[in-house]
């Protein structure tokens, strides 16, 4: 089970996929502003791995096809 599918017909536009990842690294970044290191943490490594999902791990199986 992934965490995020990235496969799913929702995230085929950019802007879908920037927004999710903005709103992440935006979370991380406002976490940290508050002083709450785990969640600033938690929240940025969910930015990076939706960031390679989205651009390397979606884009090599997408050629396949």
Known sequence: M?????????????WRRMAVIVVCIGWAVLEFYQGAPFWGI???ALGLY???G???IRHDQNEDE
Not at 2 to 14: A, C, E, G, S
Request: hydrophobic residues 55%.
């Open 2 to 14: 992934n965490l995020v599918d990235f496969d799913h017909p929702i995230f085929d536009r950019l």
């Open 42 to 44: 938690l929240f940025g």
């Open 50 to 52: 939706c960031i390679y």
């Open 54 to 56: 989205f651009f390397f």
